[in-house]
């Protein structure tokens, strides 16, 4: 999927100036993702994907290090997992937020065929992508997720 602007397709490189730039959208306050991966390559391109749509990102190299983020911050409005992690599973680190947060939307990607899911996907707003998945297709969920999540205040200055 490729995001245009004035009919014309986005310099590489650029930000936009304002969250909702793109595709004439409304300006938004900024969401929080969590992001749990446990290669770096995906995870940076993933990182860049997310932050260039306007979230702010907070990337886990495993569900533990992602679950002290998102204690850290307090605030998360989607997480972005990989479901076979070391330390932490995605659907462990998605269900251990949820008690916090329940409801909490999350998006668990996966290079398996069958993944036994069915109870966490049903626990909140979820989406399961199988790999290979464009950053684009992850972005698009995301966004999809995000619409009915409450963002964090306006950060002041």
Do not use: C, W
């Not at 290090?65 to 997480?79: F, H, P, Q, W």
């Not at 251990?96 to 069958?114: H, S, Y």
């Amino acid at each position: 999927m490729t995001k245009r602007h004035s009919g014309s397709e986005e310099p590489v490189g650029r930000e936009p100036e304002a969250v909702g730039e793109l595709e004439g959208q409304v300006p938004r306050r900024r969401h929080n993702v969590l992001l749990a991966e446990d290669d770096p390559q995906v995870r940076g391109l993933l990182t860049r994907v997310l932050e260039g749509e306007g979230y702010r990102v907070l990337a886990g190299s495993d569900g533990g290090a992602a679950l002290e983020l998102a204690r850290s911050l307090g605030t998360i409005d989607v997480v972005v997992t990989d479901v076979a992690m070391p330390v932490l599973r995605g659907p462990e680190l998605v269900r251990e937020l949820r008690t916090v947060r329940p409801g909490l939307p999350a998006v668990f990607i996966t290079g398996e065929v069958e993944v036994p899911l069915g109870e966490i996907l049903s626990s909140g707003p979820s989406e399961l992508l199988t790999k290979p998945v464009s950053p684009s297709a992850v972005a698009a969920v995301v966004n999809q997720l995000a619409q009915g999540a409450t963002p964090p205040p306006a950060e002041e200055g």
